[in-house]
């Protein structure tokens, strides 16, 4: 099945405890990208990836760390969190810049 | 001003309601548009996608896009309680970069 996979669903830290939130996709999608979304905000893009090794910021790149050193992976680093960071995070892929999202179920992350 | 505008809702209508649902935008330079449903604990998830002016119709839904008002609509027919859900509007240009209107609540009472 296409899916796009976030790991993990649910997060409780706490401020400054550096932590990774994973994302795969099995579709050989070229462009990835995170994003946060708040009550009355939307969706915000946080940063972007058209292929292995190119990254770029998005909206809201600060706090924020991505690495894409294979295809099918893209995972989202929060070197030193804050409550501020408090949020429903999907990431999404799709096979190029123009076409449709295919999104992950979401990492609801609650920093304390 | 925000490049893209959606009416946050929350929208209430009776089963076999018409649901009409609106974005407007400020930026001449979005060519392609898309609309989103996500349910509740759910990532959105496509529903339609349309490239330029005009009307595109798949089943009980219908998007507009009308690029000399910057405003996008989407049309549901004949709504059902499954229809219940958050829907976003995106837009995107050339450059690629995709915006989300804020998301409208629906909810289709029996």
């Known amino acids: 099945e296409a899916q796009v996979t976030q790991n993990p669903r649910y997060l409780i830290t706490v401020t400054g405890k550096k932590l990774t939130v994973t994302c795969s996709q099995n579709?050989?999608?070229?462009?990835m990208s995170w994003y946060r979304q708040d009550p009355g905000l939307g969706l915000r893009q946080i940063y972007y990836?058209?292929?292995?090794?190119?990254?770029d910021k998005g909206d809201v790149p600060e706090g924020y760390k991505v690495s894409r050193k294979e295809k099918r992976n893209f995972p989202l680093i929060l070197e030193s969190p804050s409550p501020n960071q408090t949020s429903l995070y999907f990431c999404?892929?799709?096979?190029?810049?123009?076409?449709?999202?295919?999104f992950g179920n979401g990492t609801r992350l609650t920093v304390t | 001003q925000k490049e893209v505008e959606q009416d946050p809702g929350p929208l209430s209508v009776p089963e076999g309601a018409i649901v009409s649902l609106n974005c407007t935008y400020s930026?001449?330079?979005?060519?392609?548009f898309m609309w989103y449903r996500q349910y509740s604990r759910k990532g959105p998830e496509l529903l339609m996608y349309?490239?330029?002016?005009g009307n595109k119709e798949d089943g009980r839904f219908t998007a507009q896009v009308d690029k000399s008002s910057k405003y996008i609509s989407l049309f549901i027919r004949d709504s059902q309680p499954s229809d219940s859900a958050t829907y976003l509007c995106?837009?995107?240009?050339?450059?690629?970069?995709?915006?989300f209107g804020q998301g409208t609540e629906l909810s289709v009472k029996p």
């Open positions: 930026n001449s330079a979005f060519q392609y």
């Open positions: 349309t490239y330029s002016s």
């Open positions: 990836s058209m292929n292995v090794e190119v990254t």
């Open positions: 579709m050989n999608h070229e462009y």
């Open positions: 999404a892929s799709s096979s190029s810049v123009f076409s449709p999202l295919h």
């Open positions: 995106a837009m995107s240009s050339q450059g690629g970069k995709l915006i």
